[in-house]
C-alpha cells in the first residue's frame, strides 16, 4: 500500500526558511515523479513543483521558482523541499503526490503539513 | 498560471446525479487529455477518482464518470450518496511541466 507521510511544518517568520520532509512507502520510490502541490486556507489546490525520477530534472511554479527547491533521496525514500525567502502568501498546507508511470496526474497524495508564515 | 475555473458549490439529494464543471483555455483543458479529478475530504488526503479525462483508477465506483468538450472538463456523480459530500477539484497538464487546478467545488449531498 502506498503512503506517503510529510512533515517539517510549523511558523515561520516572513523571510525565513523550512524544509519539508515527504517518507515515502509502499512502491519504488525511485522510480516516479513526485510533486508537491499546496492549498492556502480557504483555497483551492495549486502545483508547486516536481521532480523526475532521477531527480535530474525539477520543475517549478511561477510564483516559487528561484526561492523553493525539490529534491529527493532515492536511499531514504524521501522527498524534499528547501523553501526560502518566505512570504506570508505561502502559508498553505503543503502535500506531497506521486504520479503514476506514465505521468498523466497525481495518483496518491499524503495528508499534509501546515506551513504558516507570519510576524 | 490562471486557476481552471468551477463553480463552488453544487448539491443534490441522494439517489440524485450532479455535473461539476472545470473551465480552462487552450493552452491546458483544450490542448491535452490529461485532466484529473481529486475528491477532498478536509483534513484528509485528496483521492484520485478520473484521470485522463474519462479513466477511473481502480476501486473508484463506476457513478464517477469524466468528460471533456473544448475547453471545459466535466465530472458527472450519479447515484449520489452521503459519503459523496466533499470537495472535488480538477486539474490539468498545462505543457512545459507544469500543471494547474482549479479552486475547487463543494459538493453536497442534501
Known amino acids: 500500500e502506498v503512503h506517503l507521510l510529510e512533515s517539517g511544518g510549523g511558523l515561520v517568520q516572513p523571510g525565513g526558511s523550512l524544509r519539508l520532509s515527504c517518507a515515502a512507502s509502499?512502491?519504488?520510490?525511485?522510480?516516479?515523479?513526485m510533486s508537491w502541490v499546496r492549498q492556502a486556507p480557504g483555497k483551492g489546490l495549486e502545483w508547486v513543483s516536481s521532480?523526475?525520477?532521477?531527480?535530474?530534472?525539477?520543475y517549478y511554479a511561477d510564483s516559487v521558482q528561484g526561492r523553493f527547491t525539490i529534491s529527493r533521496d532515492d536511499s531514504k525514500n524521501t522527498l524534499y523541499l528547501q523553501m526560502n525567502s518566505l512570504r506570508v502568501e505561502d502559508t498553505a498546507v503543503y502535500y506531497c503526490?506521486?504520479?503514476?508511470?506514465?505521468?498523466?496526474?497525481?495518483?496518491?497524495w499524503g495528508q499534509g503539513t501546515l506551513v504558516t508564515v507570519s510576524s | 498560471q490562471s486557476a481552471l475555473t468551477q463553480p463552488r458549490s453544487v448539491s443534490g439529494s441522494p439517489g440524485q446525479s450532479v455535473n461539476i464543471s472545470c473551465t480552462g483555455t487552450?493552452?491546458?483543458?483544450?490542448?491535452?487529455?490529461?485532466v484529473s479529478w481529486y475528491q477532498h475530504h478536509p483534513g484528509k488526503a485528496p483521492k484520485l477518482m478520473i484521470y485522463?479525462?474519462?479513466k477511473r483508477p481502480s476501486g473508484v465506483p463506476d457513478r464517477f464518470s469524466g468528460s471533456k468538450s473544448g475547453n471545459t472538463a466535466s465530472l458527472t456523480i450519479s447515484g449520489l450518496q452521503t459519503e459523496d459530500e466533499a470537495h472535488y477539484y480538477c486539474?490539468?497538464?498545462?505543457?512545459?511541466?507544469?500543471?494547474?487546478f482549479g479552486g475547487g467545488t463543494k459538493l453536497t449531498v442534501l
Open positions: 485522463d479525462v474519462t
Open positions: 509502499g512502491f519504488t520510490f525511485s522510480s516516479y515523479v
Open positions: 503526490a506521486k504520479a503514476p508511470a506514465a505521468m498523466t496526474t497525481f495518483d496518491y
Open positions: 487552450s493552452s491546458d483543458v483544450g490542448a491535452y487529455n490529461f
Open positions: 486539474c490539468s497538464y498545462a505543457g512545459s511541466n507544469t500543471w494547474v
Open positions: 521532480i523526475s525520477g532521477s531527480g535530474s530534472h525539477t
